[in-house]
């Protein structure tokens, strides 16, 4: 994982009301790593972070690594004592293993540092996590599935941002 881009968006912008962090993240080999992908990992990460106990059932059912780095990134800002209310996670579309962090921050210095520090913690928990995991856990074979066959362009894909988007009711004859 790396930081590709990094840019402080003061004010009210595109993404947020409020000035936040923009930065691009290649995800690399944790592309598709969820949380709850290495047991232990959830339980580890409250551990250095208690703050995060609100977050504990979504740490232990899943979030994919960025949205863990988001959580890791403003938990960092509120025990630096600059808080930051909300954070976003968005897929770059068209880019494989690229995504998108979006995070409320109170200054350019406190959202860089908590980024950079953010991304080496779950990075080296998670892979220290699954290395001493993967000697005791049973070798696991990948399967082939349909999906695998088709061009990643045209696989459906994960948008957090359509989540959200309230249903519309049928028309009406």
Same mark, same amino acid.
């Given at each position: 994982?790396?930081?590709?881009?990094?840019?402080?968006?003061?004010?009210?912008?595109?993404?947020?009301?409020?000035?936040?962090?923009?930065?691009?993240?290649?995800?690399?080999?944790?592309?598709?790593?969820?949380?709850?992908?290495?047991?232990?990992?959830?339980?580890?990460?409250?551990?250095?972070?208690?703050?995060?106990?609100?977050?504990?059932?979504?740490?232990?059912?899943?979030?994919?690594?960025?949205?863990?780095?988001?959580?890791?990134?403003?938990?960092?800002?509120?025990?630096?004592?600059?808080?930051?209310?909300?954070?976003?996670?968005?897929?770059?579309?068209?880019?494989?293993?690229?995504?998108? &962090?979006? $995070?409320?921050?109170?200054?350019? /210095? *406190?959202? #860089?540092?908590?980024?950079? %520090?953010?991304?080496? &913690?779950? $990075?080296?928990?998670?892979?220290? /996590? *699954?290395? #001493?995991?993967?000697?005791? %856990?049973?070798?696991? &074979?990948?399967?082939?599935?349909?999906?695998?066959?088709?061009?990643?362009?045209?696989?459906?894909?994960?948008?957090?941002?359509?989540?959200?988007?309230?249903?519309?009711?049928?028309?009406?004859?």
């Amino acid at each position: 994982m790396a930081i590709i881009e990094q840019r402080f968006l003061r004010g009210p912008n595109l993404w947020s009301s409020q000035s936040c962090l923009l930065a691009v993240l290649e995800l690399g080999s944790l592309r598709q790593a969820v949380s709850c992908d290495v047991p232990g990992f959830p339980d580890t990460l409250l551990a250095l972070l208690p703050g995060l106990r609100p977050h504990a059932g979504a740490l232990r059912r899943g979030c994919f690594m960025a949205e863990v780095i988001a959580m890791v990134m403003l938990e960092l800002q509120r025990l630096s004592g600059t808080p930051a209310p909300s954070g976003f996670v968005a897929i770059v579309m068209g880019r494989g293993g690229q995504c998108r &962090l979006i $995070v409320a921050s109170a200054s350019q /210095q *406190a959202g #860089s540092a908590a980024c950079a %520090a953010a991304l080496a &913690l779950v $990075v080296q928990l998670y892979t220290a /996590q *699954a290395r #001493s995991r993967r000697s005791m %856990a049973p070798i696991r &074979l990948p399967q082939a599935t349909q999906a695998s066959a088709t061009p990643e362009r045209e696989r459906p894909g994960f948008s957090r941002p359509a989540r959200y988007v309230p249903a519309r009711p049928a028309p009406g004859p």
